[in-house]
């Protein structure tokens, strides 16, 4: 989960006790971080069952595919002693990576053969660390957004456990891992994102962005950066960690003021110096992402040279020139991209860094921008392979496939990490 910068953070107090979920949800969330969602009481037996019950049901994404709220978080109760058995007793075999919030492990559950590793299903298990400078608010924040937001673009939150001091969040294991280990990572079994994919990606990724902030219950994630998008098997984008989620403003209000949170690189100007958090400075984040996904650089890295170490500041003037992109763009890519399409999300990005958040799109506007360029592309494609397929069968021979070769990068350990982040 992002730290935050500023210096007016509470220190909330550990829980020492079982907690379960109150029905309050997020529909009374009126502090930083959604305090009235998780009651203190010890969970019963009782309702265990009742999450248990409630999680076999499924996340109902196949039903609701452009998203849905639900009434009350849709979450099953682990013991810790489950997640031990699930982890392997956390064992270092199975950590994932590391974040701000603590560390987290992949793990199986089989209710039929507790214990059989690699058996069951896959989750993955986010732990609190006990040194963690964010702790319970965020753990909380998590459970009461992610516990009842249901998107096909949104990471699900399967179940947490609330046991003396013992936080934890246990998630769909995505097996592609970050959007961030792709553009940046190392290693033989990292490889280098084709155009097509990094564009589905965007386009998920946007997705689920756009129903946050159109929801009945206006949402602005706080945290859109490269690490906090995860890919499925199929490169489909989730978005994940909603540990600084927040409320939108309600309707007489413009923003909602708030202690600064995030991650360098990815926030909104106004919202760095004022505190004035916007639904549109979700897009700012946004229109970063878009330039890292073009030019597979961070977007910050205090290793380039005096003038370069921020992404949007060194690369803005770019991305207005058909020419000056070219000489940006990944050169994984090996130039294997439509230069149109790449001009036209460069173009996008720009809007979505906006100094002024009011000339920004709104993410509905930007889905419906990406969908167009990802529609336009298949058309060409459609119109160019037609004379080349007839000539082929003329000549007795197979048409040509074309495809996007995949070249591992050097390696570098797998994981969660994100970029130098500071409270």
């Not at 998203?67 to 997640?83: D, H, V, Y």
């Not at 149109?340 to 460069?346: D, E, F, T």
């Amino acid at each position: 989960m992002g730290i935050c910068w500023g210096s007016s953070a509470h220190s909330p107090t550990t829980p020492s006790t079982t907690g379960h979920l109150s029905t309050a949800g997020i529909s009374q969330t009126t502090s930083d971080t959604a305090s009235s969602g998780v009651s203190n009481a010890t969970s019963s037996r009782g309702s265990n069952i009742s999450a248990r019950s409630r999680f076999s049901a499924g996340s109902g994404d196949e039903e609701f595919p452009n998203g849905q709220i639900l009434p009350t978080p849709n979450l099953r109760i682990f013991s810790f002693a489950e997640l031990k058995v699930a982890t392997r007793n956390f064992k270092s075999d199975t950590l994932l990576g590391e974040g701000g919030f603590g560390q987290v492990y992949k793990g199986w559950l089989d209710e039929k053969a507790p214990g059989r590793n690699g058996s069951g299903t896959v989750i993955a298990v986010k732990r609190l660390n006990s040194e963690s400078l964010q702790g319970f608010e965020e753990w909380q924040s998590e459970v009461n957004f992610l516990g009842r937001l249901s998107h096909p673009h949104l990471v699900r939150l399967i179940g947490y456990c609330w046991e003396v001091k013992e936080l934890l969040l246990v998630y769909e294991f995505m097996q592609k891992g970050s959007l961030e280990n792709h553009l940046f990572g190392r290693g033989s079994a990292v490889q280098p994102l084709p155009w097509d994919t990094r564009l589905k990606i965007a386009i998920g990724a946007a997705r689920g962005l756009a129903f946050l902030h159109t929801s009945d219950k206006q949402v602005i994630y706080r945290d859109f950066k490269a690490s906090n998008i995860l890919l499925d098997g199929a490169y489909t984008a989730k978005l994940s960690d909603f540990g600084l989620a927040k409320l939108g403003p309600s309707a007489s209000q413009s923003h909602v003021t708030t202690r600064v949170m995030g991650t360098y690189g990815y926030a909104a100007p106004e919202y760095v110096a004022t505190g004035h958090l916007y639904v549109k400075s979700d897009v700012y984040g946004f229109g970063v992402v878009l330039v890292e996904i073009l030019t597979g650089l961070r977007a910050l890295d205090i290793n380039r040279p005096s003038g370069r170490q921020t992404l949007v500041d060194w690369i803005k003037p770019y991305l207005s020139d058909k020419r000056k992109l070219k000489s940006i763009m990944d050169s994984h890519l090996e130039g294997r991209y439509p230069s149109k399409a790449a001009l036209q999300i460069a173009q996008l990005a720009l809007n979505c860094l906006e100094s002024e958040h009011k000339h920004r799109p709104h993410m509905k506007q930007v889905v419906e921008t990406l969908e167009r360029i990802e529609a336009s592309k298949e058309r060409q494609g459609q119109t160019r392979t037609r004379p080349n397929r007839s000539r082929s069968h003329q000549n007795g021979q197979q048409p040509l496939q074309y495809h996007y070769p995949l070249h591992p990068i050097p390696d570098r350990s797998r994981g969660y990490q994100h970029p130098p982040q500071v409270r």
